[in-house]
């Protein structure tokens, strides 16, 4: 009986990783180890940077309350505890939004959390 090689099944697996490979710079477009590990290293950055831009944007998120606090006349950390003790269930999504898009809605929370630091 002949030896089954695989033939069919390595060259599907050859053309998807070639496929994938589409665009890259000289050889890690053009031969199949090359193209294999930049495609395998891509799919790895991918992974690691979905879940590292989730940090990112709280980060931005951050920031931009922070900015918008400060024109409030109150820092970061004391507009987000006001807002805890008065029990204003908030996101920093949400906030941030707010701050960018609707100024009145967050003077008004940035003055309820001024109120709750006594």
């Known amino acids: 009986m002949p030896r089954a090689r695989g ?3 390595h060259h599907a697996r050859k053309k998807k990783i070639m496929a994938a490979a589409k665009g890259g710079r000289g050889a890690r477009s053009k031969l199949y180890k090359a193209a294999k590990e930049n495609v ?6 991918a992974y690691r940077d979905r879940r ?8 931005l998120w951050i920031t931009r309350i922070g900015a918008a ?3 409030h006349e109150i820092s970061y950390s ?5 807002l805890k003790a008065a029990g204003v269930e908030i996101n920093r999504k949400l ?12 003077a ?3 003055e309820v959390a001024k109120s709750q630091q006594g």
């Open 40 to 45: 395998e290293r891509g799919l790895a950055y």
């Open 95 to 106: 906030l941030a939004d707010l701050a960018v898009t609707d100024a009145a809605a967050f």
């Open 78 to 82: 004391r507009l987000m505890a006001g």
């Open 69 to 71: 606090a400060r024109l």
């Open 7 to 9: 033939g069919v099944a």
């Open 52 to 59: 590292k831009k989730k940090g990112d944007f709280r980060r």
């Open 108 to 110: 008004k929370l940035a």
